[in-house]
């Protein structure tokens, strides 16, 4: 709301192309409905105390290591250490979960919660690569 406000205040219109309203719906159905969608569908399989452990410790690992392999950045010794940390502690809270008779679907879920975090990940670099190229308007209003 306040970016928007801005924008109207300023009264700058925001002229994007055909291809640029594509790719803001598709980052739009990448990362506020695909996310959404297997997060919430992993809630139903396992306990949010999964998600809230595996999501945040796995999306910056995820988006980290996509644009080291993609050649967007660099991966300095120090965060390739810190990012095997935070990774095998993920592994060790994954491993250790105890697959009880009342939630036999907690892995499914676990797994599924990878994935949400998969897909911030990739909104996330498709988005910073976008907003790289657009006015900051455009990444942040949808006023045409």
Known sequence: MIL?????????GIRLDRPGWSMI???GLLGV???NVLFFAALTLAPASDGSMIVPVLSPV???????????ERLPRRR???LALAAAGAVVFFVGTPVEAAAPHRILGDVVF????MTWSAYTICGRRRCSVWD?????SARP
């Open 62 to 72: 995820i988006t980290t290591v996509l644009t080291a392999l993609i050649g967007r």
């Open 114 to 117: 990878v994935a949400a975090a």
């Open 80 to 82: 390739g250490v810190g």
């Open 33 to 35: 409905f695909g996310y």
């Open 136 to 140: 900051w308007r455009s990444c942040c």
């Open 25 to 27: 719906g598709l980052l």
């Open 4 to 12: 928007l406000t801005v924008v109207l205040a300023t009264r700058q």
